[in-house]
């Protein structure tokens, strides 16, 4: 297999290696080929992205992941604009690299290499800036998974002493996503929307994917109620399996939950809430997952912000009422909640601030800081650095991810310095650059303003002061009181661990101090903590988040129910849909 890589390569890599076990001189020549099935017309840009892993398996692309610092080997990346067929681009020390800065640094050792070119897009937008970005493809910006990227086969190489010359060619090309079927249970709709369209300058979509009530064919005449499940991209409806658990299913084991089977556990799950969804007398209603994945992250934060454009006016002012008049909905609101963990989390709380009479509850669960003086562990408003703790004479670095014993995983500093090899601009997919293009305003260059730099940790105090006047919820809620309480009375459930993995906790614990100081009228929300729970606890007491993330759509039930029984205007329809 090697031999037969080595002879069909066409770029050259050069490693000159010390006797101290360090490479001195180091790059790789990727060339994209000129008569392939991956060969284009046109000229590329994008970002190319260099893998060096002493694990052969699985390859070396699928082991990038942000969100997992300590199982990702190393990466180096640079831009290329223009990229012809038969054109090559030298990835050297020039080239941004985690954990070591330079290609050069790389220790001694066995390697699987592999490069992939994640292509961009330029976008002129309204307003007349012009940007080169990532388009999303349907697998939810995700640059080692994203159709029409293109790819080098892994290669096994060994790096030490003496000269190799290897040779890579992006002779590859990921495939189109199959979109899910349609179901007698489910739907899924993809609409073109004016609004994100009109800002993006090309055609924009919004997707969803829509759980039926049982017996929603034989009742044309009910109406149901609303409930909007944010989140990540999702690839269908999460956990609703019509079939039993598969017999012959290989059980897993779940790093994150310290759990063998899990894939198991998750079928048994899926397939008990498809028994709760069709049993008797079991309250039917519309679920809803957004797909809104843009070029700067799998979704939007579901608001309107100067580098994505209105996607929360798009979602709530015409993907939802497309769907409520397409699926029978209520379309009232009394009859509409939101709810999810983490981002969802964010965007459940944001969705209910930003659009207070359209929704009657907000479920928040281990969301994504509400609150900037914790953004993660960070006083945007006070901390100068965002990486490290400078004390008198010593300074510390600040840890960006936790297990559940409370162990450093990953710093500030490695999360982002990982982000920047991926790409530059904010445009490496990630979770720190998609916080950035949401809640920063626009630069003259038509990318986002960094709340900090990225390669110091420097933050920006006129950024973070545009962040809180525009996207710091408990700050908007607190500033807005007069005309927003009354319409978010009783609304809010905000629930966290007290050992979330991204330190989340601390923001909760600032929102809740200051809606508790609310008055006339009192907020009148609920605030709950679980004790040791790590992220993404939702509110549940009794099971862990292993199994209680599975549950969305039925765990806020009964304060839904409750919510409607209390609220609902007289002659509200609270019949039709208790079939």
Known sequence: ????????????????????????????????????????????????????????????????????????????????????????????????????????????????????????????????????????????????????????????????????????????????????????????????????????????????????????????????????????????????????????????????????GYNRIQQEEAYSLYKSWTSAHFPRFLVVEIQHANPYYDDSYAVNSANLGPYGDAINKELIPYIEKTFHGLGQGWARFTYGGSTGGWEAMATQVFYPDMYNGAFVACPDPIDFRAFTNVDLYKDGDMYAEHGVANTIERPSMRDYLGRTLATQRDSNHMELVLGDRGRSGGQYDIWQAVFGPQGPDGYPVPIFDKETGVIDPKVAAYWRDHFDLTHIVQRDWGTLGPKLKGKLHIYVGSADTYFLTDAVYFAQDTLESLRDPAWGGEVAYGDRAEHCWNGDPKLANAYTRLHYNVLYLPKILKRIADTAPPGADLTSWRY
Do not use: C
């Open 1 to 260: 297999m090697i031999s037969r890589l080595k002879s069909r390569a066409v770029a050259v890599l050069a490693w000159a290696i010390a006797g101290t076990g360090v490479t001195h001189a180091a790059s790789v020549t990727v060339t994209l080929p000129a008569k392939t099935a991956t060969a284009t017309a046109t000229a590329i840009d994008g970002r190319v992205v260099l893998i060096v892993s002493p694990k052969a398996t699985p390859e070396p692309r699928l082991q990038v992941e942000l969100e997992a610092p300590l199982r990702t080997p190393f990466i180096f990346g640079r831009n290329v604009d223009g990229l012809r067929p038969g054109g090559r681009v030298v990835v050297g020390d020039d080239a941004y690299g985690w954990p070591v800065r330079r290609l050069s640094a790389l220790p001694a050792g066995d390697y699987t290499i592999q490069a992939v070119l994640n292509r961009y897009e330029t976008f002129h937008r309204a307003g007349g800036s012009t940007v080169k970005l990532p388009p999303e493809m349907g697998e939810g910006q995700q640059w080692n998974l994203k159709p029409g990227n293109l790819y080098s086969r892994p290669m096994r190489v060994h790096i030490g002493r003496g000269v190799a010359s290897l040779r890579l060619t992006l002779d590859q090309v990921i495939a189109p996503i199959t979109p899910p079927a349609d179901t007698p249970f489910v739907r899924h709709i993809r609409i073109r929307s004016a609004l994100l369209s009109a800002y993006w300058g090309r055609d924009v979509y919004l997707g969803a994917h829509v759980l039926l009530p049982a017996g929603f064919a034989e009742h044309p005449d009910a109406r149901f109620p609303l409930m909007v499940f944010q989140g990540h991209f999702p690839d269908d409806i999460s956990a609703f399996r019509t079939t039993p658990p598969d017999p012959n299913l290989k059980p897993d084991y779940s790093e994150r939950f310290h759990l063998a």
